[in-house]
């Protein structure tokens, strides 16, 4: 069973920092890309990070860059999101995805408040 289990997230100042976990089990974790989306009140889902497993290819909204870095740890099945600068524009549901045989996946999703 395909299981992404999402935690890290808080309540943080505008400006500070914290650190998304994303632990992955049920499937070939060096196969699949990994993925970071977030939704905020009122607002659609949209991506922010991913990751691939296999080379560490990293891709980043341009709402991000240079703030928030990704990684993973293949050995723990589980890709990081390191979150710097935080606005409260930042202020969302955090969750991870995986897309494995067409299917895609999601974890129960981690809330983050940054406060002005």
């Known amino acids: 069973e395909v299981q992404l289990q999402a935690s890290g997230g808080g309540l943080v100042q505008a400006g500070g920092s914290l650190r998304l976990s994303c632990a992955a089990s049920g499937f070939t974790f060096d196969d699949y890309a990994i993925g970071w989306f977030r939704q905020a009140p009122g607002k659609e889902r949209e991506g922010v990070s991913c990751i691939s497993s296999s080379d560490g290819t990293t891709y980043y909204a341009d709402s991000v860059k240079g703030r928030f870095t990704i990684s993973s740890d293949n050995a723990k099945n589980t890709v990081y999101l390191q979150m710097g600068s935080l606005k409260p524009e930042d202020t969302a549901i955090y969750y991870c995805?995986?897309?494995?045989?067409?299917?895609?996946?999601w974890g129960q999703g981690t809330l983050v408040t940054v406060s002005s």
């Open positions: 995805n995986a897309v494995i045989m067409g299917v895609n996946y």
